[in-house]
Every structure is written in structure tokens, then in C-alpha cells.
């Protein structure tokens, strides 16, 4: 299993602490009834941490009008909304959370130059919360192509206290490619074209990088 660079020292460290700790407790309270359920629970704790950073090889499809989910979990939000930061004007919003247990890793949606980053300081309400994305920690990047542009919105959640991002504007990215990662639950928005069509429904289960949110039609029609 492939771990993400981000989860490195976290590993190390939390390695480093279950070991002398149950060194302690084994050498001074080897009869201790509760020693092995927590020597059980740490381990379990320390496998949870390491999977949280796996950072699985994905294979994104070909095709220049797909728009790929950036982030794996659970598609909860489909609607039309007024873009506010940007755009000033109607998108679609599609919104994908993620919980502790899902890979955590950003991938771009669509290859394409980042024409807008910004990072937001704010709250730290679930992500689930319908103003998680206007008042939570977050970060706004729009990426344009020859074709179009939609933003993508990493959003802290309730556990989820660092967003980690690798891109500037003018940066050139091919589709699928890391852009980011959100320590535990989160959630991450996408604004599209009003022109695309959808290819998920509330409640799927998505996976970053591989699968196709929406296809864009031809505006022309």
C-alpha cells in the first residue's frame, strides 16, 4: 500500500508513541487485566492512521469533456446555485463528502491552467452542514481549458484541521493529477457549467480520479 507523503511524520510519530507506550505499560504492568485490550484498541488506532494516508493508483478516463470526481466518498449536494466568489453567476454544485475513512487525496477534475486560487480562513462546522461551504476553512481554485472552466472547493470539516494544496495560479494540470489533500472528514464542492450533464445522484459513492461526475454538452446546442 502506497502512503501519501503528507502522512509521513503523523506515522512516525504515533509509531514512535504506541511503542513506548506499551513498552511502559508491558514493563511495569505485565499482569494488567486491561493491557491487552488496549494494547488491541492502539494497534487498531495505529492501522486506522496509516490507511487514512494510503494514496491508491487510479486510472482517469480519457476523454476531454469528462469532468472527474476530485476526492472519493459520498455525492451529497446537486443543485443550481448562485456562484458568488467567481463566477457571479449560476453553476451547478456538486458536493462529494468524505469521511476518516475515505482516501483523502485531491485529484483535478479537468487537465487545464489554474486561472484562481485563494484560501479562506473560517469555521469548522461538519462538512455536512449546509454552510459549510460559504463559512468553513476552505480553498476556491477555478481551472479553465480550451472548453471551459469550474471551480473546485476544498472545505474543512469538523475534524479536519489542516487543508494541504501544491498549486499557484498559472499552474498547468492534467486531469487526475494531486492538487491536494484534507487531513480526516471533509468535503470537497465542484461548480460546473449549467450545460453539463450530471453522471452521479445523491448518495453515490465516488472515487477521486477515476469517476465521471458529469459530461459538458455542447453549449452551442
Known sequence: MKIHKEGYKIILVSLLSISLLLFFLYRFYPDNHYLLPFSIFSLAM?????????????????????????????????????EREYFKDKRLQVSVFMSPANV??????IGGEV?????HPGKYLVAWHPKSSTDNESTSMVIEN????????QIAGKLARRIVYYV??????EKGMEFGFIKFGSRIDLYLPLETKISVKI?????????????????DE
Open 46 to 82: 495505529f492501522h486506522f492512521i496509516v490507511s487514512f494516508f494510503r494514496n491508491p493508483k487510479r486510472f482517469t478516463p480519457d476523454g476531454d469533456d469528462y469532468i472527474i470526481c476530485p476526492a472519493d466518498g459520498k455525492v451529497v449536494v446537486i443543485e443550481e446555485v448562485y
Open 168 to 173: 499557484e495560479e498559472g499552474d498547468e494540470l
Open 115 to 119: 486561472k484562481y486560487f485563494k484560501y
Open 203 to 219: 448518495g453515490d459513492k465516488v472515487r477521486g480520479g477515476e469517476t465521471i461526475i458529469g459530461v459538458l454538452q455542447d453549449i
Open 146 to 153: 480550451d472548453s471551459f472552466e469550474i471551480m473546485v472547493r
Open 104 to 109: 483523502h487525496v485531491n485529484r483535478s477534475p
